[in-house]
Protein backbone atom coordinates (compact mmCIF):
# COMPACT_ATOMS: atom_id res chain seq x y z
CA UNK A 1 0.00 0.00 0.00
CA UNK A 2 2.83 2.35 0.86
CA UNK A 3 4.70 1.40 -2.14
CA UNK A 4 1.14 2.00 -4.11
CA UNK A 5 0.81 5.11 -2.69
CA UNK A 6 4.91 6.17 -3.10
CA UNK A 7 4.59 5.65 -6.77
CA UNK A 8 1.18 7.38 -7.32
CA UNK A 9 2.87 10.30 -5.66
CA UNK A 10 6.05 9.93 -8.34
CA UNK A 11 3.82 10.44 -11.03
CA UNK A 12 2.56 13.30 -9.53
CA UNK A 13 5.15 15.51 -9.73
CA UNK A 14 6.38 15.59 -13.32
CA UNK A 15 2.18 16.31 -13.81
CA UNK A 16 2.92 19.49 -11.56
CA UNK A 17 5.89 20.65 -12.88
CA UNK A 18 4.13 20.54 -16.46
CA UNK A 19 1.13 22.40 -15.34
CA UNK A 20 3.39 24.89 -14.08
CA UNK A 21 5.45 25.12 -17.61
CA UNK A 22 1.99 25.27 -19.64
CA UNK A 23 0.56 27.85 -17.08
CA UNK A 24 3.39 29.84 -17.33
CA UNK A 25 3.64 28.98 -21.02
CA UNK A 26 -0.23 30.93 -21.31
CA UNK A 27 1.27 33.96 -20.46
CA UNK A 28 4.43 34.42 -22.19
CA UNK A 29 3.40 33.04 -25.37
CA UNK A 30 1.01 35.87 -25.52
CA UNK A 31 1.34 37.43 -28.98
CA UNK A 32 2.95 41.22 -28.39
CA UNK A 33 5.26 42.94 -26.14
CA UNK A 34 3.89 41.45 -22.31
CA UNK A 35 5.08 44.88 -20.38
CA UNK A 36 3.28 47.16 -22.93
CA UNK A 37 -0.05 44.67 -23.07
CA UNK A 38 0.51 44.92 -18.89
CA UNK A 39 1.10 48.38 -18.97
CA UNK A 40 -1.79 48.96 -21.28
CA UNK A 41 -1.93 50.98 -24.41
CA UNK A 42 -1.69 54.30 -23.07
CA UNK A 43 1.74 53.94 -20.98
CA UNK A 44 4.61 55.79 -21.86
CA UNK A 45 7.73 54.04 -22.94
CA UNK A 46 9.26 54.20 -19.84
CA UNK A 47 6.68 53.03 -17.96
CA UNK A 48 6.72 50.10 -20.28
CA UNK A 49 10.69 49.75 -19.71
CA UNK A 50 10.69 49.85 -16.36
CA UNK A 51 7.87 46.94 -15.55
CA UNK A 52 9.81 45.25 -18.44
CA UNK A 53 12.96 45.49 -16.23
CA UNK A 54 10.45 44.69 -12.83
CA UNK A 55 8.80 41.82 -15.02
CA UNK A 56 12.52 40.14 -15.81
CA UNK A 57 11.35 40.06 -19.45
CA UNK A 58 14.98 41.38 -20.06
CA UNK A 59 15.97 37.76 -19.08
CA UNK A 60 16.12 34.57 -21.33
CA UNK A 61 12.72 32.50 -21.21
CA UNK A 62 14.05 29.97 -18.77
CA UNK A 63 15.72 31.83 -16.30
CA UNK A 64 12.38 33.61 -16.32
CA UNK A 65 10.56 30.59 -15.70
CA UNK A 66 12.72 29.17 -12.51
CA UNK A 67 12.41 32.60 -11.07
CA UNK A 68 8.60 32.17 -11.60
CA UNK A 69 8.91 28.68 -10.41
CA UNK A 70 10.61 29.90 -7.25
CA UNK A 71 8.27 32.57 -6.04
CA UNK A 72 5.70 30.31 -6.91
CA UNK A 73 7.11 27.71 -4.29
CA UNK A 74 7.23 30.49 -1.70
CA UNK A 75 3.64 30.92 -2.24
CA UNK A 76 3.90 34.02 -4.08
CA UNK A 77 1.79 34.19 -7.37
CA UNK A 78 2.67 37.56 -8.23
CA UNK A 79 -0.21 41.09 -7.42
CA UNK A 80 -2.83 41.31 -10.04
CA UNK A 81 -2.91 44.35 -12.23
CA UNK A 82 -6.34 45.22 -11.79
CA UNK A 83 -5.99 45.93 -8.08
CA UNK A 84 -2.10 45.54 -7.16
CA UNK A 85 -3.28 43.01 -4.25
CA UNK A 86 -1.52 39.68 -4.20
CA UNK A 87 -3.23 37.11 -6.37
CA UNK A 88 -2.89 34.28 -3.55
CA UNK A 89 -4.56 36.74 -0.95
CA UNK A 90 -7.43 37.16 -3.34
CA UNK A 91 -7.88 33.44 -4.60
CA UNK A 92 -8.23 32.34 -0.74
CA UNK A 93 -10.93 35.29 -0.38
CA UNK A 94 -12.81 33.25 -3.02
CA UNK A 95 -12.39 30.29 -2.68
CA UNK A 96 -14.63 29.42 -0.14
CA UNK A 97 -17.16 30.61 -2.17
CA UNK A 98 -17.00 28.00 -4.68
CA UNK A 99 -16.45 25.50 -2.05
CA UNK A 100 -19.53 26.30 -1.01
CA UNK A 101 -21.28 26.18 -4.34
CA UNK A 102 -19.69 23.19 -5.33
CA UNK A 103 -20.53 21.37 -1.93
CA UNK A 104 -24.31 22.04 -2.45
CA UNK A 105 -24.67 21.43 -5.65
CA UNK A 106 -22.70 18.08 -5.51
CA UNK A 107 -25.60 17.14 -2.54
CA UNK A 108 -28.42 17.87 -5.07
CA UNK A 109 -26.72 15.99 -8.00
CA UNK A 110 -25.90 12.76 -5.52
CA UNK A 111 -29.35 12.99 -4.19
CA UNK A 112 -31.22 12.70 -7.04
CA UNK A 113 -28.48 10.85 -9.20
CA UNK A 114 -28.03 7.80 -6.89
CA UNK A 115 -31.84 7.04 -6.52
CA UNK A 116 -32.65 7.44 -10.04
CA UNK A 117 -29.25 5.67 -10.93
CA UNK A 118 -30.77 2.82 -8.52
CA UNK A 119 -33.78 2.84 -10.11
CA UNK A 120 -33.47 2.87 -13.36
CA UNK A 121 -30.93 -0.16 -13.09
CA UNK A 122 -33.32 -2.40 -10.76
CA UNK A 123 -35.81 -1.78 -13.09
CA UNK A 124 -34.03 -2.08 -16.36
CA UNK A 125 -35.83 -1.80 -19.76
CA UNK A 126 -39.14 -0.07 -17.94
CA UNK A 127 -40.67 3.02 -18.04
CA UNK A 128 -39.00 4.17 -15.09
CA UNK A 129 -35.94 3.70 -16.52
CA UNK A 130 -36.63 4.86 -19.93
CA UNK A 131 -37.74 8.03 -18.33
CA UNK A 132 -34.61 8.05 -15.93
CA UNK A 133 -32.06 7.55 -18.70
CA UNK A 134 -33.90 10.23 -21.63
CA UNK A 135 -34.04 13.13 -18.50
CA UNK A 136 -30.15 12.50 -17.61
CA UNK A 137 -29.22 12.56 -21.72
CA UNK A 138 -31.02 16.05 -21.65
CA UNK A 139 -29.42 16.99 -18.93
CA UNK A 140 -26.02 16.38 -19.95
CA UNK A 141 -27.01 17.80 -23.38
CA UNK A 142 -28.82 21.27 -21.78
CA UNK A 143 -26.56 24.01 -21.86
CA UNK A 144 -25.53 25.03 -18.45
CA UNK A 145 -25.70 29.26 -18.83
CA UNK A 146 -29.04 28.60 -20.93
CA UNK A 147 -30.50 26.86 -17.91
CA UNK A 148 -29.19 29.70 -15.92
CA UNK A 149 -30.96 32.37 -17.82
CA UNK A 150 -34.37 30.65 -17.80
CA UNK A 151 -34.81 29.28 -14.48
CA UNK A 152 -33.79 33.42 -13.65
CA UNK A 153 -36.81 34.28 -15.86
CA UNK A 154 -39.20 31.34 -14.86
CA UNK A 155 -38.38 31.72 -10.92
CA UNK A 156 -36.97 35.26 -10.19
CA UNK A 157 -39.01 37.46 -12.99
CA UNK A 158 -41.87 35.51 -13.90
CA UNK A 159 -42.81 33.38 -10.74
CA UNK A 160 -40.86 35.99 -8.36
CA UNK A 161 -40.17 33.28 -6.08
CA UNK A 162 -36.37 33.31 -5.82
CA UNK A 163 -33.75 36.47 -5.77
CA UNK A 164 -32.44 36.39 -9.21
CA UNK A 165 -28.35 36.69 -8.10
CA UNK A 166 -26.17 37.83 -5.55
CA UNK A 167 -24.43 36.08 -2.74
CA UNK A 168 -24.64 36.46 0.95
CA UNK A 169 -22.08 34.71 3.46
CA UNK A 170 -24.43 31.91 5.27
CA UNK A 171 -23.18 32.63 8.70
CA UNK A 172 -24.90 36.31 7.97
CA UNK A 173 -27.89 35.62 6.86
CA UNK A 174 -28.56 31.65 6.57
CA UNK A 175 -31.87 31.24 4.93
CA UNK A 176 -31.19 34.51 2.68
CA UNK A 177 -28.13 32.54 1.52
CA UNK A 178 -29.77 29.51 0.96
CA UNK A 179 -32.37 30.86 -1.16
CA UNK A 180 -29.72 32.68 -3.02
CA UNK A 181 -27.93 29.27 -3.56
CA UNK A 182 -30.54 27.49 -4.90
CA UNK A 183 -30.93 28.74 -8.98
CA UNK A 184 -26.81 28.37 -9.27
CA UNK A 185 -26.91 24.87 -7.34
CA UNK A 186 -29.46 23.65 -9.25
CA UNK A 187 -27.57 25.13 -12.85
CA UNK A 188 -24.35 23.31 -11.59
CA UNK A 189 -25.89 20.32 -10.12
CA UNK A 190 -27.78 19.02 -13.45
CA UNK A 191 -24.95 18.07 -15.60
CA UNK A 192 -23.60 16.70 -12.65
CA UNK A 193 -26.53 14.66 -11.96
CA UNK A 194 -27.44 13.49 -15.21
CA UNK A 195 -23.35 11.87 -15.25
CA UNK A 196 -23.59 10.15 -12.31
CA UNK A 197 -26.83 8.65 -13.03
CA UNK A 198 -25.79 7.10 -16.38
CA UNK A 199 -22.38 5.86 -14.40
CA UNK A 200 -24.36 4.72 -12.05
CA UNK A 201 -26.81 2.78 -14.05
CA UNK A 202 -24.23 0.98 -15.92
CA UNK A 203 -22.33 -0.43 -13.12
CA UNK A 204 -25.19 -1.27 -11.21
CA UNK A 205 -25.76 -3.21 -14.35
CA UNK A 206 -23.19 -4.96 -14.23
CA UNK A 207 -22.65 -5.79 -10.62
CA UNK A 208 -26.60 -6.81 -11.01
CA UNK A 209 -25.25 -9.70 -13.54
CA UNK A 210 -22.63 -11.03 -10.90
CA UNK A 211 -22.73 -14.36 -8.79
CA UNK A 212 -22.54 -12.97 -5.25
CA UNK A 213 -26.01 -11.38 -6.45
CA UNK A 214 -27.42 -14.65 -7.53
CA UNK A 215 -26.44 -16.07 -4.08
CA UNK A 216 -27.75 -13.32 -2.24
CA UNK A 217 -30.88 -13.48 -4.15
CA UNK A 218 -30.87 -17.32 -3.92
CA UNK A 219 -30.42 -17.12 -0.02
CA UNK A 220 -33.83 -15.61 0.00
CA UNK A 221 -32.66 -12.23 0.85
CA UNK A 222 -35.30 -9.33 0.01
CA UNK A 223 -34.71 -7.02 -3.15
CA UNK A 224 -33.99 -4.08 -1.04
CA UNK A 225 -31.11 -5.75 0.78
CA UNK A 226 -29.80 -7.13 -2.46
CA UNK A 227 -29.95 -4.26 -3.70
CA UNK A 228 -29.16 -1.60 -1.36
CA UNK A 229 -26.54 -3.97 0.79
CA UNK A 230 -24.84 -6.29 -1.74
CA UNK A 231 -24.82 -4.34 -5.17
CA UNK A 232 -24.96 -0.67 -4.51
CA UNK A 233 -22.07 -0.93 -2.15
CA UNK A 234 -19.94 -2.74 -5.80
CA UNK A 235 -21.70 -0.31 -7.92
CA UNK A 236 -20.44 2.74 -6.13
CA UNK A 237 -16.85 2.04 -6.67
CA UNK A 238 -15.88 3.26 -10.11
CA UNK A 239 -18.79 5.86 -9.48
CA UNK A 240 -16.35 7.15 -6.70
CA UNK A 241 -13.42 7.45 -8.74
CA UNK A 242 -15.47 9.87 -11.17
CA UNK A 243 -15.44 12.28 -8.53
CA UNK A 244 -12.17 13.79 -9.50
CA UNK A 245 -13.12 13.77 -13.24
CA UNK A 246 -16.89 15.78 -11.61
CA UNK A 247 -14.01 18.24 -9.83
CA UNK A 248 -12.93 19.38 -13.35
CA UNK A 249 -16.78 19.78 -14.82
CA UNK A 250 -17.44 21.58 -11.58
CA UNK A 251 -14.98 24.33 -11.93
CA UNK A 252 -15.54 24.77 -15.47
CA UNK A 253 -19.64 24.97 -14.81
CA UNK A 254 -18.62 26.99 -11.59
CA UNK A 255 -16.91 29.96 -14.31
CA UNK A 256 -20.38 30.56 -16.20
CA UNK A 257 -22.45 30.06 -13.15
CA UNK A 258 -21.17 32.04 -11.13
CA UNK A 259 -20.64 34.62 -13.67
CA UNK A 260 -25.22 34.26 -14.79
CA UNK A 261 -26.13 34.38 -10.74
CA UNK A 262 -23.28 37.21 -9.66
CA UNK A 263 -21.65 34.60 -6.91
CA UNK A 264 -18.48 36.34 -5.97
CA UNK A 265 -16.52 32.90 -6.20
CA UNK A 266 -13.14 31.60 -8.93
CA UNK A 267 -15.25 31.23 -11.30
CA UNK A 268 -16.44 34.73 -11.71
CA UNK A 269 -13.44 36.21 -11.04
CA UNK A 270 -11.76 33.94 -13.84
CA UNK A 271 -14.27 35.27 -16.16
CA UNK A 272 -12.93 39.11 -14.86
CA UNK A 273 -9.80 38.44 -14.71
CA UNK A 274 -9.57 37.07 -18.29
CA UNK A 275 -12.12 40.24 -19.59
CA UNK A 276 -9.82 42.66 -17.87
CA UNK A 277 -6.51 41.14 -19.24
CA UNK A 278 -5.64 40.52 -15.71
CA UNK A 279 -3.06 38.05 -16.30
CA UNK A 280 -1.24 37.32 -12.99
CA UNK A 281 -5.00 36.69 -11.98
CA UNK A 282 -5.87 34.15 -14.74
CA UNK A 283 -2.63 32.69 -14.19
CA UNK A 284 -3.11 32.08 -10.67
CA UNK A 285 -6.76 30.96 -11.52
CA UNK A 286 -5.81 28.42 -13.98
CA UNK A 287 -3.06 27.12 -11.63
CA UNK A 288 -4.97 26.99 -8.49
CA UNK A 289 -7.69 25.27 -10.58
CA UNK A 290 -5.52 22.39 -11.99
CA UNK A 291 -3.40 22.08 -8.68
CA UNK A 292 -7.02 20.98 -7.18
CA UNK A 293 -7.61 18.35 -9.75
CA UNK A 294 -4.40 16.94 -9.78
CA UNK A 295 -5.09 16.16 -5.97
CA UNK A 296 -8.21 15.43 -5.75
CA UNK A 297 -7.05 12.62 -8.36
CA UNK A 298 -4.88 11.50 -6.40
CA UNK A 299 -6.99 11.00 -3.70
CA UNK A 300 -9.21 9.54 -5.56
CA UNK A 301 -6.81 7.25 -6.54
CA UNK A 302 -5.49 6.13 -3.27
CA UNK A 303 -9.35 5.89 -1.94
CA UNK A 304 -9.82 3.63 -4.55
CA UNK A 305 -7.11 1.50 -3.82
CA UNK A 306 -8.15 1.15 -0.64
CA UNK A 307 -12.13 0.46 -1.37
CA UNK A 308 -11.07 -2.53 -4.00
CA UNK A 309 -7.50 -4.15 -2.70
CA UNK A 310 -7.00 -5.39 -6.28
CA UNK A 311 -5.77 -2.09 -7.74
CA UNK A 312 -3.11 -1.50 -5.42
CA UNK A 313 -1.74 -5.19 -5.85
CA UNK A 314 -2.20 -5.23 -9.78
CA UNK A 315 -0.79 -1.74 -10.57
CA UNK A 316 1.78 -1.77 -8.13
CA UNK B 1 -27.28 -11.81 -25.10
CA UNK B 2 -27.15 -15.35 -26.23
CA UNK B 3 -30.75 -15.38 -28.12
CA UNK B 4 -29.45 -12.81 -30.47
CA UNK B 5 -26.54 -14.62 -30.91
CA UNK B 6 -28.47 -17.83 -32.18
CA UNK B 7 -31.03 -15.88 -34.02
CA UNK B 8 -27.93 -14.06 -35.81
CA UNK B 9 -26.54 -17.66 -36.64
CA UNK B 10 -29.62 -18.97 -37.97
CA UNK B 11 -30.54 -16.46 -40.31
CA UNK B 12 -26.83 -16.49 -41.61
CA UNK B 13 -27.54 -20.23 -42.39
CA UNK B 14 -30.99 -19.50 -44.07
CA UNK B 15 -29.50 -16.67 -46.32
CA UNK B 16 -26.44 -14.68 -45.79
CA UNK B 17 -27.27 -11.94 -43.76
CA UNK B 18 -24.74 -9.35 -43.82
CA UNK B 19 -22.74 -9.53 -41.05
CA UNK B 20 -20.09 -6.82 -41.57
CA UNK B 21 -19.62 -3.80 -43.99
CA UNK B 22 -22.07 -0.76 -44.54
CA UNK B 23 -25.49 -2.48 -44.53
CA UNK B 24 -25.16 -4.38 -41.33
CA UNK B 25 -23.86 -1.32 -39.94
CA UNK B 26 -26.73 0.74 -40.97
CA UNK B 27 -29.26 -1.81 -40.29
CA UNK B 28 -28.09 -2.31 -36.53
CA UNK B 29 -27.83 1.50 -35.96
CA UNK B 30 -31.19 1.64 -37.64
CA UNK B 31 -32.46 -0.46 -34.68
CA UNK B 32 -32.25 2.27 -32.32
CA UNK B 33 -34.87 4.59 -32.76
CA UNK B 34 -33.70 7.27 -30.51
CA UNK B 35 -30.32 7.29 -32.28
CA UNK B 36 -32.40 7.57 -35.57
CA UNK B 37 -34.17 10.54 -34.69
CA UNK B 38 -30.30 12.00 -33.65
CA UNK B 39 -29.61 11.59 -36.93
CA UNK B 40 -32.39 13.30 -39.00
CA UNK B 41 -32.15 16.04 -36.57
CA UNK B 42 -28.46 16.44 -37.35
CA UNK B 43 -29.23 16.14 -40.98
CA UNK B 44 -31.88 18.52 -40.34
CA UNK B 45 -29.81 20.99 -38.82
CA UNK B 46 -27.13 20.57 -41.40
CA UNK B 47 -28.90 21.17 -44.44
CA UNK B 48 -30.37 24.62 -42.99
CA UNK B 49 -26.65 25.68 -42.05
CA UNK B 50 -25.91 24.97 -45.57
CA UNK B 51 -28.89 26.26 -47.23
CA UNK B 52 -29.24 28.92 -45.04
CA UNK B 53 -29.26 31.44 -47.47
CA UNK B 54 -32.20 29.90 -49.14
CA UNK B 55 -34.11 28.95 -46.31
CA UNK B 56 -34.14 32.17 -43.60
CA UNK B 57 -36.71 34.33 -44.72
CA UNK B 58 -34.87 37.86 -44.09
CA UNK B 59 -31.29 38.93 -43.60
CA UNK B 60 -29.73 38.15 -40.38
CA UNK B 61 -27.54 41.36 -39.92
CA UNK B 62 -30.21 43.65 -41.71
CA UNK B 63 -31.46 46.16 -38.72
CA UNK B 64 -35.04 47.46 -38.38
CA UNK B 65 -36.06 50.29 -36.38
CA UNK B 66 -39.64 49.99 -36.82
CA UNK B 67 -39.37 46.30 -35.19
CA UNK B 68 -37.66 46.25 -32.26
CA UNK B 69 -37.90 43.69 -29.72
CA UNK B 70 -41.17 42.65 -31.12
CA UNK B 71 -42.91 39.43 -29.68
CA UNK B 72 -43.30 36.63 -32.18
CA UNK B 73 -45.94 37.69 -35.24
CA UNK B 74 -46.88 35.80 -38.49
CA UNK B 75 -44.01 38.16 -40.25
CA UNK B 76 -41.73 37.30 -37.82
CA UNK B 77 -42.24 33.59 -36.24
CA UNK B 78 -39.86 33.91 -33.61
CA UNK B 79 -39.81 37.14 -32.93
CA UNK B 80 -37.60 40.05 -33.37
CA UNK B 81 -34.48 40.90 -31.16
CA UNK B 82 -33.09 44.66 -29.70
CA UNK B 83 -32.16 46.09 -33.87
CA UNK B 84 -35.20 44.63 -35.13
CA UNK B 85 -33.21 41.78 -36.48
CA UNK B 86 -35.38 38.66 -37.34
CA UNK B 87 -34.52 35.88 -34.69
CA UNK B 88 -35.69 33.00 -37.07
CA UNK B 89 -33.47 34.12 -39.65
CA UNK B 90 -30.25 34.61 -37.34
CA UNK B 91 -31.05 31.18 -35.81
CA UNK B 92 -30.34 29.05 -38.97
CA UNK B 93 -27.28 31.54 -39.59
CA UNK B 94 -26.46 30.93 -35.72
CA UNK B 95 -26.45 27.08 -36.84
CA UNK B 96 -23.55 27.92 -39.24
CA UNK B 97 -21.45 29.30 -36.65
CA UNK B 98 -22.13 26.51 -34.29
CA UNK B 99 -21.56 23.84 -36.51
CA UNK B 100 -18.59 25.22 -37.97
CA UNK B 101 -17.48 25.44 -34.67
CA UNK B 102 -17.66 21.83 -33.71
CA UNK B 103 -16.73 20.38 -36.79
CA UNK B 104 -13.68 22.23 -37.21
CA UNK B 105 -12.51 21.97 -33.35
CA UNK B 106 -12.92 18.60 -33.33
CA UNK B 107 -11.21 18.39 -36.48
CA UNK B 108 -8.16 20.29 -34.87
CA UNK B 109 -8.18 17.62 -31.93
CA UNK B 110 -8.01 14.56 -34.23
CA UNK B 111 -5.33 15.84 -36.85
CA UNK B 112 -3.04 16.76 -33.68
CA UNK B 113 -4.34 13.53 -31.48
CA UNK B 114 -4.66 11.31 -33.28
CA UNK B 115 -0.90 11.19 -34.89
CA UNK B 116 0.29 11.63 -32.27
CA UNK B 117 -1.40 9.05 -29.65
CA UNK B 118 -0.93 6.51 -32.38
CA UNK B 119 2.84 6.95 -32.54
CA UNK B 120 3.12 7.37 -28.69
CA UNK B 121 1.49 3.82 -28.70
CA UNK B 122 3.44 2.54 -31.07
CA UNK B 123 7.01 3.60 -30.31
CA UNK B 124 6.25 4.15 -26.57
CA UNK B 125 9.36 4.37 -24.01
CA UNK B 126 10.34 7.66 -23.39
CA UNK B 127 8.52 9.69 -26.26
CA UNK B 128 5.36 7.88 -24.93
CA UNK B 129 5.91 8.87 -21.46
CA UNK B 130 6.40 12.05 -22.29
CA UNK B 131 3.50 12.41 -24.14
CA UNK B 132 0.83 10.66 -21.34
CA UNK B 133 2.24 13.21 -18.67
CA UNK B 134 1.74 16.20 -21.13
CA UNK B 135 -1.93 15.32 -21.78
CA UNK B 136 -1.70 14.37 -17.17
CA UNK B 137 -1.35 17.83 -17.58
CA UNK B 138 -3.56 18.97 -19.84
CA UNK B 139 -6.47 16.94 -18.74
CA UNK B 140 -5.46 18.55 -15.02
CA UNK B 141 -7.07 21.68 -16.09
CA UNK B 142 -10.63 21.98 -15.82
CA UNK B 143 -11.81 22.00 -19.77
CA UNK B 144 -13.78 25.95 -19.73
CA UNK B 145 -11.32 27.47 -17.86
CA UNK B 146 -8.08 26.69 -20.51
CA UNK B 147 -10.35 26.77 -23.07
CA UNK B 148 -11.54 30.63 -21.91
CA UNK B 149 -7.58 31.19 -20.81
CA UNK B 150 -6.19 30.03 -24.33
CA UNK B 151 -8.94 32.30 -26.03
CA UNK B 152 -8.47 35.24 -23.60
CA UNK B 153 -5.01 35.27 -24.55
CA UNK B 154 -5.36 34.38 -28.36
CA UNK B 155 -7.81 37.29 -28.51
CA UNK B 156 -11.77 36.59 -28.93
CA UNK B 157 -13.05 36.11 -32.20
CA UNK B 158 -14.90 32.41 -33.82
CA UNK B 159 -11.35 31.19 -35.02
CA UNK B 160 -9.49 31.90 -31.97
CA UNK B 161 -12.54 30.34 -30.21
CA UNK B 162 -12.03 27.15 -32.55
CA UNK B 163 -8.34 26.52 -31.75
CA UNK B 164 -9.15 27.43 -27.88
CA UNK B 165 -11.61 24.55 -28.51
CA UNK B 166 -9.02 22.40 -30.06
CA UNK B 167 -6.42 22.77 -27.62
CA UNK B 168 -8.58 21.25 -24.93
CA UNK B 169 -10.31 18.75 -27.04
CA UNK B 170 -6.54 16.97 -28.02
CA UNK B 171 -5.68 15.22 -24.98
CA UNK B 172 -8.57 13.01 -24.80
CA UNK B 173 -7.88 11.92 -28.83
CA UNK B 174 -4.45 11.20 -28.13
CA UNK B 175 -5.28 9.11 -24.92
CA UNK B 176 -8.36 7.39 -27.41
CA UNK B 177 -6.20 6.36 -29.98
CA UNK B 178 -2.68 5.71 -27.85
CA UNK B 179 -4.90 2.93 -26.05
CA UNK B 180 -6.18 1.67 -29.61
CA UNK B 181 -3.08 1.44 -30.65
CA UNK B 182 -1.46 -0.24 -27.81
CA UNK B 183 -4.34 -3.26 -27.77
CA UNK B 184 -4.36 -3.64 -31.70
CA UNK B 185 -0.71 -3.30 -31.79
CA UNK B 186 0.00 -7.20 -30.26
CA UNK B 187 -2.76 -8.92 -32.25
CA UNK B 188 -1.53 -11.25 -34.94
CA UNK B 189 -2.54 -9.49 -38.25
CA UNK B 190 0.55 -6.75 -36.95
CA UNK B 191 2.55 -9.42 -36.37
CA UNK B 192 1.86 -10.64 -40.14
CA UNK B 193 2.33 -7.70 -41.37
CA UNK B 194 5.41 -7.24 -39.79
CA UNK B 195 6.64 -11.06 -40.98
CA UNK B 196 5.63 -9.89 -44.77
CA UNK B 197 8.20 -7.02 -44.01
CA UNK B 198 6.00 -4.57 -43.95
CA UNK B 199 7.84 -0.79 -42.65
CA UNK B 200 6.37 0.33 -39.71
CA UNK B 201 4.94 3.46 -40.86
CA UNK B 202 2.77 1.50 -43.26
CA UNK B 203 2.05 -1.34 -40.45
CA UNK B 204 0.79 2.29 -38.19
CA UNK B 205 -1.18 4.05 -41.04
CA UNK B 206 -2.65 0.89 -43.43
CA UNK B 207 -3.20 -1.77 -40.56
CA UNK B 208 -3.96 -0.44 -37.48
CA UNK B 209 -5.05 2.77 -38.33
CA UNK B 210 -8.61 1.39 -40.06
CA UNK B 211 -8.97 -0.97 -36.79
CA UNK B 212 -8.77 1.59 -33.97
CA UNK B 213 -11.29 4.24 -35.80
CA UNK B 214 -14.34 3.01 -34.31
CA UNK B 215 -14.21 4.34 -30.92
CA UNK B 216 -12.30 7.62 -32.04
CA UNK B 217 -15.35 8.03 -34.53
CA UNK B 218 -17.72 7.85 -31.21
CA UNK B 219 -15.75 9.81 -29.62
CA UNK B 220 -15.70 12.86 -32.21
CA UNK B 221 -19.17 12.70 -32.65
CA UNK B 222 -19.65 13.39 -28.78
CA UNK B 223 -16.57 15.91 -29.14
CA UNK B 224 -18.55 17.94 -31.37
CA UNK B 225 -21.80 17.83 -29.01
CA UNK B 226 -19.68 19.36 -26.46
CA UNK B 227 -17.94 21.56 -28.79
CA UNK B 228 -21.03 23.19 -29.67
CA UNK B 229 -21.48 24.09 -26.39
CA UNK B 230 -18.10 25.39 -25.71
CA UNK B 231 -18.24 27.51 -28.61
CA UNK B 232 -21.96 28.95 -27.81
CA UNK B 233 -20.47 29.72 -24.14
CA UNK B 234 -17.63 31.03 -25.36
CA UNK B 235 -19.54 33.79 -27.43
CA UNK B 236 -22.17 34.29 -24.49
CA UNK B 237 -19.09 35.59 -22.33
CA UNK B 238 -18.32 37.57 -25.65
CA UNK B 239 -14.66 35.48 -26.46
CA UNK B 240 -16.31 33.90 -29.74
CA UNK B 241 -18.10 35.09 -32.38
CA UNK B 242 -18.18 38.51 -32.73
CA UNK B 243 -21.00 40.45 -33.86
CA UNK B 244 -22.64 41.24 -36.16
CA UNK B 245 -22.22 37.66 -37.42
CA UNK B 246 -25.15 35.77 -35.49
CA UNK B 247 -24.04 32.74 -33.04
CA UNK B 248 -26.23 31.07 -30.80
CA UNK B 249 -24.15 32.11 -28.13
CA UNK B 250 -23.53 35.45 -28.83
CA UNK B 251 -27.83 35.66 -29.30
CA UNK B 252 -27.82 34.41 -25.49
CA UNK B 253 -25.38 37.32 -24.44
CA UNK B 254 -27.76 39.80 -25.83
CA UNK B 255 -30.64 38.09 -24.40
CA UNK B 256 -29.31 37.81 -20.96
CA UNK B 257 -30.33 41.95 -20.85
CA UNK B 258 -33.74 41.81 -22.30
CA UNK B 259 -34.72 38.68 -20.30
CA UNK B 260 -37.59 40.78 -18.57
CA UNK B 261 -39.09 42.41 -21.76
CA UNK B 262 -38.50 39.90 -24.88
CA UNK B 263 -38.18 36.22 -23.33
CA UNK B 264 -38.45 35.07 -26.66
CA UNK B 265 -35.02 36.25 -27.66
CA UNK B 266 -33.36 34.12 -25.15
CA UNK B 267 -35.52 30.90 -25.25
CA UNK B 268 -34.76 29.71 -29.34
CA UNK B 269 -31.35 29.94 -29.08
CA UNK B 270 -30.86 27.74 -26.14
CA UNK B 271 -33.76 25.31 -27.54
CA UNK B 272 -31.48 25.03 -30.40
CA UNK B 273 -28.58 24.88 -29.01
CA UNK B 274 -30.16 22.12 -26.76
CA UNK B 275 -31.66 20.20 -29.49
CA UNK B 276 -28.64 20.29 -31.48
CA UNK B 277 -26.54 18.70 -28.89
CA UNK B 278 -28.71 15.96 -28.19
CA UNK B 279 -29.22 14.83 -31.42
CA UNK B 280 -25.38 14.57 -31.26
CA UNK B 281 -24.94 12.94 -28.35
CA UNK B 282 -28.11 10.25 -29.38
CA UNK B 283 -25.88 9.76 -32.86
CA UNK B 284 -22.60 9.26 -30.48
CA UNK B 285 -24.54 6.82 -28.10
CA UNK B 286 -26.46 5.01 -31.15
CA UNK B 287 -22.49 4.43 -32.51
CA UNK B 288 -21.25 2.96 -29.82
CA UNK B 289 -23.87 0.56 -29.79
CA UNK B 290 -23.03 -0.66 -32.93
CA UNK B 291 -19.31 -0.16 -33.02
CA UNK B 292 -18.28 -1.18 -29.42
CA UNK B 293 -17.74 -5.17 -29.45
CA UNK B 294 -18.69 -5.04 -26.00
CA UNK B 295 -22.43 -3.91 -26.01
CA UNK B 296 -23.33 -6.37 -29.30
Given at each position: MTRYIARRLMLTIPVLLLVSIIVFALINLIPGDPAQIFAGNEAGRDVVEALRKQMGLDKPMVVRYLIWLGRLLHGDLGKSV?????VLATLLLKLPVTIELAIISLTVAWTIAVPAGVLAAWKRRSAVDYAATTVALAGISIPNFWLGIMLIYL??????????SGYVEPWKEPLRSLTLMILPATVLGTALAALVMRLLRSSMLEVLGTEFIRTAQAKGLSDKVVIMKHALKNAMIPVATVMGLQLGGLLGGAVITEQIFAVPGIGRLAIESILTRDYPMVQGVVLCSAIAIVFVNFSVDILYSILDPRIGVETA | MATRQVTLSLAASSRPAPTIGLRYFLHRYARNRLALVGLWVVLIVFSSAAFASVV?????IKTDFGN?????????PLGTDDLGRDILSRMIFGARTSLLAGVISVGIALAIGLPLGMTSGFVRGRFDNFIMRLTDALLSFPFLVLALAIAAILGAGLSKAMIAIGIVFTPGFIRLSRAQVLSEREKAYVEAARGLGAPDARILWKHILPNSLSPVLVQASLATAAAITAEATLSFLGLGTQPPTPSWGSMLNIAQAYLSRAPWMAMWPGIAIFVTVLALNLVGDGLREVLDPRLR
Open positions: RDGRPFAVNLRWLPP | SPYDPLLQAPTRAH
